[in-house]
Protein backbone atom coordinates (compact mmCIF):
# COMPACT_ATOMS: atom_id res chain seq x y z
CA UNK A 1 0.00 0.00 0.00
CA UNK A 2 0.89 3.95 0.16
CA UNK A 3 2.82 4.84 2.94
CA UNK A 4 6.06 7.20 4.11
CA UNK A 5 8.71 6.52 6.02
CA UNK A 6 10.51 9.40 7.89
CA UNK A 7 13.24 9.58 10.01
CA UNK A 8 12.41 9.26 13.41
CA UNK A 9 13.30 12.33 15.89
CA UNK A 10 13.77 13.45 17.70
CA UNK A 11 16.88 15.59 15.93
CA UNK A 12 19.01 17.63 18.52
CA UNK A 13 21.92 19.57 16.21
CA UNK A 14 24.04 22.77 16.90
CA UNK A 15 23.85 25.69 15.53
CA UNK A 16 25.65 25.72 11.92
CA UNK A 17 25.46 21.86 11.40
CA UNK A 18 24.38 19.82 8.54
CA UNK A 19 21.04 18.71 8.67
CA UNK A 20 19.72 15.49 6.53
CA UNK A 21 15.84 14.24 7.07
CA UNK A 22 15.53 10.54 5.15
CA UNK A 23 12.40 10.15 3.47
CA UNK A 24 11.32 7.11 1.63
CA UNK A 25 7.80 6.86 0.12
CA UNK A 26 5.82 3.63 -1.25
CA UNK A 27 3.62 4.59 -3.83
CA UNK A 28 2.10 3.88 -7.29
CA UNK A 29 2.72 5.34 -10.26
CA UNK A 30 4.74 9.23 -10.51
CA UNK A 31 3.75 10.81 -7.47
CA UNK A 32 4.64 14.26 -6.78
CA UNK A 33 6.71 14.62 -3.66
CA UNK A 34 6.86 17.15 -1.03
CA UNK A 35 8.28 18.71 2.48
CA UNK A 36 5.89 20.70 4.88
CA UNK A 37 7.07 22.46 8.11
CA UNK A 38 5.29 23.22 11.18
CA UNK A 39 6.93 25.43 13.68
CA UNK A 40 6.14 25.93 17.37
CA UNK A 41 2.22 27.20 17.51
CA UNK A 42 1.61 27.36 13.63
CA UNK A 43 0.13 25.51 10.60
CA UNK A 44 1.65 23.11 8.55
CA UNK A 45 3.70 25.21 5.94
CA UNK A 46 4.81 24.20 2.37
CA UNK A 47 8.51 23.83 2.74
CA UNK A 48 9.80 22.79 -1.23
CA UNK A 49 8.28 20.37 -3.83
CA UNK A 50 9.69 18.25 -6.43
CA UNK A 51 7.20 16.76 -9.30
CA UNK A 52 9.26 13.96 -11.28
CA UNK A 53 12.69 12.13 -10.90
CA UNK A 54 15.49 14.07 -10.64
CA UNK A 55 13.93 17.29 -9.72
CA UNK A 56 15.54 18.93 -6.93
CA UNK A 57 13.03 21.19 -4.60
CA UNK A 58 15.10 23.78 -2.36
CA UNK A 59 13.89 26.74 -0.18
CA UNK A 60 15.10 28.84 2.50
CA UNK A 61 18.72 26.50 2.37
CA UNK A 62 16.84 23.47 2.26
CA UNK A 63 16.74 21.18 -0.44
CA UNK A 64 15.58 17.88 -1.46
CA UNK A 65 15.84 14.93 -4.38
CA UNK A 66 13.40 13.20 -6.01
CA UNK A 67 15.08 9.35 -6.68
CA UNK A 68 12.97 7.52 -8.20
CA UNK A 69 15.43 4.68 -8.19
CA UNK A 70 15.60 4.70 -4.34
CA UNK A 71 11.88 5.95 -3.70
CA UNK A 72 13.57 8.75 -2.05
CA UNK A 73 13.38 12.27 -1.03
CA UNK A 74 15.72 12.91 2.12
CA UNK A 75 15.20 16.67 3.07
CA UNK A 76 19.34 18.51 3.48
CA UNK A 77 20.03 21.89 4.79
CA UNK A 78 24.21 23.14 4.65
CA UNK A 79 24.22 25.22 7.96
CA UNK A 80 20.63 24.83 10.59
CA UNK A 81 19.94 28.00 12.48
CA UNK A 82 18.00 27.97 15.94
CA UNK A 83 15.13 29.62 13.59
CA UNK A 84 14.83 26.35 11.89
CA UNK A 85 13.71 24.76 14.88
CA UNK A 86 10.08 22.97 14.09
CA UNK A 87 8.72 19.47 12.97
CA UNK A 88 9.38 18.30 9.64
CA UNK A 89 6.58 16.16 7.54
CA UNK A 90 7.61 14.43 3.91
CA UNK A 91 4.35 13.93 2.13
CA UNK A 92 3.29 12.78 -1.63
CA UNK A 93 0.37 13.11 -3.68
CA UNK A 94 0.26 9.90 -6.02
CA UNK A 95 -2.44 11.01 -8.25
CA UNK A 96 -5.17 10.79 -6.06
CA UNK A 97 -6.22 14.15 -4.33
CA UNK A 98 -4.86 13.44 -0.56
CA UNK A 99 -1.30 13.91 0.98
CA UNK A 100 -0.06 10.96 2.57
CA UNK A 101 1.83 12.21 5.66
CA UNK A 102 5.12 10.73 7.34
CA UNK A 103 4.83 10.67 11.12
CA UNK A 104 6.94 14.03 11.21
CA UNK A 105 10.34 14.47 12.83
CA UNK A 106 11.31 16.97 15.13
CA UNK A 107 13.90 19.02 14.84
CA UNK A 108 15.81 21.11 17.88
CA UNK A 109 18.68 23.64 16.92
CA UNK A 110 20.71 24.77 19.70
CA UNK A 111 22.63 28.26 19.83
CA UNK B 1 -3.65 36.19 -0.42
CA UNK B 2 -4.98 36.29 3.43
CA UNK B 3 -4.52 32.17 3.73
CA UNK B 4 -6.74 29.57 5.16
CA UNK B 5 -8.57 30.53 7.90
CA UNK B 6 -10.18 28.32 10.12
CA UNK B 7 -12.16 28.83 13.30
CA UNK B 8 -12.20 28.09 15.80
CA UNK B 9 -8.61 27.80 16.75
CA UNK B 10 -9.22 25.69 20.18
CA UNK B 11 -13.05 23.82 21.02
CA UNK B 12 -13.62 22.06 24.27
CA UNK B 13 -16.85 20.03 24.40
CA UNK B 14 -18.15 17.05 26.63
CA UNK B 15 -18.77 13.90 25.17
CA UNK B 16 -21.82 13.30 23.27
CA UNK B 17 -22.36 17.28 22.32
CA UNK B 18 -21.83 17.77 18.56
CA UNK B 19 -19.46 20.33 17.22
CA UNK B 20 -19.24 22.34 14.01
CA UNK B 21 -15.89 23.89 12.77
CA UNK B 22 -15.46 26.53 9.80
CA UNK B 23 -12.35 26.90 6.91
CA UNK B 24 -12.58 29.43 4.85
CA UNK B 25 -9.93 28.11 2.37
CA UNK B 26 -7.50 30.74 -0.20
CA UNK B 27 -10.12 32.85 -2.44
CA UNK B 28 -8.63 31.15 -6.06
CA UNK B 29 -8.70 27.82 -5.05
CA UNK B 30 -11.44 25.29 -5.89
CA UNK B 31 -10.09 22.42 -3.61
CA UNK B 32 -10.47 21.98 -0.38
CA UNK B 33 -9.20 19.03 2.02
CA UNK B 34 -10.10 18.00 5.68
CA UNK B 35 -7.32 16.35 7.87
CA UNK B 36 -7.13 15.03 11.55
CA UNK B 37 -3.86 15.26 13.36
CA UNK B 38 -2.84 13.33 16.60
CA UNK B 39 -0.17 13.95 18.71
CA UNK B 40 3.19 12.89 17.26
CA UNK B 41 1.62 11.80 14.11
CA UNK B 42 1.28 13.01 10.75
CA UNK B 43 -1.88 14.53 8.94
CA UNK B 44 -4.65 11.87 8.02
CA UNK B 45 -6.77 12.84 5.07
CA UNK B 46 -10.59 13.19 5.78
CA UNK B 47 -12.35 14.15 2.65
CA UNK B 48 -11.85 16.41 -0.29
CA UNK B 49 -13.88 19.15 -2.46
CA UNK B 50 -14.17 20.40 -5.57
CA UNK B 51 -15.86 23.23 -5.32
CA UNK B 52 -19.15 21.72 -3.57
CA UNK B 53 -18.79 18.97 -4.71
CA UNK B 54 -17.71 16.15 -2.01
CA UNK B 55 -15.68 13.67 -4.42
CA UNK B 56 -13.79 11.40 -1.58
CA UNK B 57 -13.81 10.40 1.77
CA UNK B 58 -11.75 8.36 3.89
CA UNK B 59 -12.78 5.32 5.82
CA UNK B 60 -11.56 6.98 8.93
CA UNK B 61 -15.04 9.66 8.04
CA UNK B 62 -17.52 7.82 10.33
CA UNK B 63 -21.08 8.14 10.04
CA UNK B 64 -20.80 10.48 12.77
CA UNK B 65 -18.73 13.34 10.82
CA UNK B 66 -20.17 14.91 7.91
CA UNK B 67 -18.70 18.04 6.07
CA UNK B 68 -20.34 20.84 3.46
CA UNK B 69 -18.91 23.25 1.06
CA UNK B 70 -22.12 25.31 -0.22
CA UNK B 71 -21.44 26.93 -2.62
CA UNK B 72 -17.93 25.89 -3.44
CA UNK B 73 -16.83 28.93 -1.02
CA UNK B 74 -16.12 27.98 2.63
CA UNK B 75 -16.55 24.33 4.38
CA UNK B 76 -17.94 22.75 7.87
CA UNK B 77 -16.90 19.90 9.24
CA UNK B 78 -19.30 18.58 11.77
CA UNK B 79 -19.07 16.06 14.03
CA UNK B 80 -21.98 14.34 16.36
CA UNK B 81 -21.99 12.56 19.88
CA UNK B 82 -18.64 13.41 20.41
CA UNK B 83 -16.02 11.06 21.46
CA UNK B 84 -12.83 10.75 23.56
CA UNK B 85 -11.36 9.66 20.61
CA UNK B 86 -11.93 12.27 17.96
CA UNK B 87 -9.45 14.66 20.50
CA UNK B 88 -7.42 15.63 17.70
CA UNK B 89 -6.37 18.78 15.52
CA UNK B 90 -8.23 19.04 12.49
CA UNK B 91 -6.84 20.62 9.37
CA UNK B 92 -8.13 22.14 7.00
CA UNK B 93 -6.17 22.95 3.43
CA UNK B 94 -7.16 24.20 -0.31
CA UNK B 95 -5.46 24.02 -3.26
CA UNK B 96 -5.63 24.79 -7.23
CA UNK B 97 -6.49 22.39 -9.20
CA UNK B 98 -3.83 19.71 -10.72
CA UNK B 99 -1.86 16.99 -8.76
CA UNK B 100 1.38 19.16 -8.70
CA UNK B 101 -0.46 22.11 -7.25
CA UNK B 102 0.54 22.41 -3.55
CA UNK B 103 -1.92 22.25 -0.23
CA UNK B 104 -2.10 25.23 1.80
CA UNK B 105 -2.60 24.38 4.82
CA UNK B 106 -5.14 26.43 7.88
CA UNK B 107 -3.41 26.92 11.46
CA UNK B 108 -6.16 23.99 12.66
CA UNK B 109 -8.70 23.85 15.11
CA UNK B 110 -7.88 22.00 18.11
CA UNK B 111 -10.33 19.79 19.43
CA UNK B 112 -10.98 18.45 23.14
CA UNK B 113 -13.12 15.61 24.62
CA UNK B 114 -14.25 15.89 28.38
Known amino acids: GNSVTQMEGPVTLSEEAFLTINCTYT??????LFWYVQYPGEGLQLLLK?????DKGSNKGFEATYRKETTSFHLEKGSVQVSDSAVYFC??????????FGTGTRLTVIP | DTGVSQNPRHKITKRGQNVTFRCDPI?????LYWYRQTLGQGPEFLTY????????KSRLLSDRFSAERPKGSFSTLEIQRTEQGDSAMYLC????????????FGDGTRLSIL
Open chain 2, 93 to 104: ASSSTGRDQPQH
Open chain 1, 27 to 32: ATGYPS
Open chain 1, 50 to 54: ATKAD
Open chain 1, 91 to 100: AYNAGANNLF
Open chain 2, 27 to 31: SEHNR
Open chain 2, 49 to 56: FQNEAQLE
